[in-house]
């Protein structure tokens, strides 16, 4: 059995695609580069139940002055798209 990261233990959903397991300094990252928007699915733990990300206490530095919607073509899912070379 290989071996994991138990501070990895965060997946968020873009679209239809789940991505993870990532540390929560992965996942605050991602925030901060605004690849995560507040209504964006996460969880904690492969089967954790899906939250908004606003409701992750401490995910974002300051509360989001405009909801960011993911949908296809929007800022966010385009980077996402772009990092895992699906642009």
């Known amino acids: 059995m290989a ?3 138990p501070a990895a233990n965060w997946f968020l ?3 239809n695609q789940v991505h993870g397991p990532m540390s929560a ?6 925030a901060a580069a ?3 928007g507040p209504e ?9 139940q899906w939250v908004r990300a606003e409701k992750v206490q401490g ?3 300051s509360p989001p002055t405009e909801a960011v919607h993911h949908v296809k073509g929007s800022p966010s899912v ?3 798209l772009r990092l895992l070379g699906r642009n």
């Open 3 to 5: 071996a994991t990261n």
């Open 13 to 15: 959903k873009v679209g």
């Open 25 to 30: 300094a992965e996942l605050r990252q991602k």
């Open 34 to 36: 605004g690849l995560i």
């Open 40 to 48: 964006t699915p996460i969880r904690k733990g492969a089967d954790g």
């Open 59 to 61: 995910l974002f530095q």
């Open 78 to 80: 385009t980077r996402w």
